[in-house]
């Protein structure tokens, strides 16, 4: 285990729907990162959240919508979202104070949108 | 743009044999480089960083080297097993905002 938690792992939805990914990680870190994941493209950096404040936002659509409400968890909301939006989406954590330190991933939630 | 290329979207090698990954960027030059392992259906897992001033770093069977004026790194697996199959993901700070890009992977296949 990593010390981030990811739930759902799975999580199929309709393109009206409203859905929300949540994580969680228990490792002390200041900083937590969303990204995307598609077949044969690189990890995409959605949005950075330090000491609860978003400092990152990768011109993300905004049919996604993060929230940090502490430094352990980290929501990100889906609502209208498009069959392309299907992919897994990874939280991450670091300690966030150095700038050079390693990320701790959770397992994703492999989002499907039908 | 500002890119991270891995060279091999696969590699196959014979087990025993060392597996050499390759990571091209063409941005600044980074002050640190990162390698991660992900398996399929997980997440990325941290293996290695390496810093601008080091040429050089090991870890058990792993190495990698760091090339600033090529732009380049280098990611080798000593004594390959096929435990080592998996995707391998460099990583770096393409906007000196200390946020990690990656690269596309190279999913490597050590054959018994």
């Known amino acids: 285990e990593t010390g981030v938690t990811q739930t759902p792992r799975h999580l199929v939805m309709g393109m009206t729907n409203k859905k929300s990914l949540k994580c969680e990680q228990h490792?002390?870190?200041?900083?937590m990162y969303w990204y995307k994941q598609s077949a044969k493209k690189p990890l995409e950096l959605m949005f950075v959240?330090?000491?609860?404040?978003?400092?990152e936002n990768n011109s993300v659509p905004s049919r996604f919508s993060p929230e940090c409400p502490n430094s352990s968890h980290l929501f990100l909301h889906l609502h209208t979202l498009q069959p392309e939006d299907s992919a897994l989406y990874l939280c991450?954590?670091?300690?966030?104070?150095?700038?050079?330190?390693?990320?701790?991933f959770g397992s994703g939630t492999q989002l499907s949108v039908l | 743009s500002q890119k991270i290329e891995q060279n091999s979207e696969a590699l196959n090698i014979q087990e025993g044999k060392t597996a050499t990954l390759t990571c091209n960027y063409t941005?600044?030059?980074?002050?640190?480089l990162q390698w991660y392992r992900q398996d399929p259906g997980r997440g990325p897992v941290f293996l290695l960083l390496?810093?601008?001033?080091?040429k050089e770093k090991r870890k058990e069977r792993l190495k990698v080297t760091f090339d600033t004026t090529l732009k380049q790194s280098l990611f080798h697996i000593t004594a390959s097993q096929p435990a080592d199959s998996a995707t391998y993901l460099c990583?770096?700070?393409?906007?000196?905002?200390?946020?990690?890009?990656f690269g596309t992977g190279t999913r490597l296949t050590v054959i018994p």
């Open positions: 991450a954590s670091s300690r966030g104070d150095s700038g050079d330190e390693k990320l701790f």
């Open positions: 490792l002390g870190h200041n900083a």
């Open positions: 959240y330090s000491l609860e404040e978003r400092v």
């Open positions: 941005s600044y030059s980074p002050a640190y």
């Open positions: 390496i810093r601008e001033n080091e």
């Open positions: 990583a770096l700070d393409l906007t000196g905002a200390n946020n990690l890009f």
